[in-house]
């Protein structure tokens, strides 16, 4: 009885150091690359990357930042509503995006204003040092010399979720608009759409 | 005897392995009303696999209304006929993954930083043809080159 149990341990023990040796050691992945995880559930960083890509291609392709004043143009990130049911953080793709209009010479984005508040708080609290004592006046930025945003950038992410037997199935559909705020209309429009589908194993997980 | 029934059974297994393959039909407007500006290409193949399966047709550019350079390379999976069929059904590749990564130059030949330098995948169906596209993200790119290699997790 004694043997056998000791028997059952050092099996489970064996095993236990088997399992152990299947998994891998952290290591660093290039970005770039195609490494990386993909989830059926999630909208992994390669996903972003392609929504990123195809967004900033068509907008720059679009001519619509362009201005004939040669002044760049004033862009305001909106919100990107996330109608999925995981958490996302739309920045992944919007700063993508401002990065590219910025980099293309073209346009501008503004942190004073954004779709939830300011982005950066600095360019309004700066200008309440006017009435503090320890500042030089004359160096406080003046009221009225902020730059009112043109455009703003915003979107949409909605998740389909699918299940039949085994396979389950995910489609994301984000959708991005460009708004001339003086009109209110959109001048740029794009659709990403990213699919995934995966099996499960008859045994396991 | 026993070699013939082998064989009969090879020929019949790869042309059922055939069947299971898509290719793409197309058909297109004889007289052309687009005028192109082709660009002159060279082109350095280290994977002549990747090379004899998708073939580079021609790189098409134009300027943009915003003042930016735009490319198009078009593509053509290669991969039809009866061998090529019965290879790429053996070898998964239905349809076939690649992945590209376009890298803009200045007028002195410096590489500009892009947001998007990243290896971007695309599926191509055997018989169809693919246009990789990309936008200069500055006026300042004047030259461009495409990288291409096949699909993997590396």
Known sequence: ?205 | MKMVSFTAICLAAGIALCGCQNTVNSVENKDKVMQPQEVMSKKVSTDRFLRDRLKIIRIDKKVNEAGLLKVQVTALNARTGFFSELWSSLTGGKPYKVLYKFTWLDKDGMVIPTPSMNWLPMSVIPGDEVYFQAVAPNKNCQDFKLSLREYDND
Request: glycine residues 8%.
């Open chain 1, 1 to 205: 009885m004694k043997l056998r149990l000791i028997m059952m341990a050092a099996v489970i023990g064996i095993a236990g150091f088997m399992l152990a040796g299947c998994g891998t050691d952290p290591h660093r992945i290039d970005p770039s690359s195609n490494q990386g995880l993909t989830t059926v559930d999630d909208i992994n960083f390669k996903d972003w990357q392609i929504a990123g890509e195809k967004c900033v291609k068509t907008m720059l392709d679009s001519g619509v930042l362009k201005r004939n004043d040669g002044r760049k143009t004033v862009i305001m990130i909106s919100t990107v509503k996330n109608s999925t049911s995981q958490h996302v953080n739309t920045r992944l793709l919007t700063d993508r995006i401002r990065l590219a209009v910025l980099r293309s010479g073209q346009a501008i984005t503004t942190t004073a204003v954004s779709g939830k508040g300011a982005e950066d708080n600095a360019s309004r609290q700066v200008r309440k040092l006017a009435d503090d004592e320890m500042f030089n006046k004359k160096t406080v930025v003046k009221q009225g010399t902020a730059i009112a945003p043109e455009m703003s950038l915003a979107g949409e992410i909605v998740q389909q979720k699918t299940k039949s037997g085994r396979t389950s199935e995910s489609y994301f559909f984000i959708h991005m608009t460009l708004t001339d705020l003086k009109t209110g209309l959109a001048v740029w429009e794009d659709n990403v759409e990213i699919a995934k589908q995966a099996k499960k194993p008859w045994l396991g997980w």
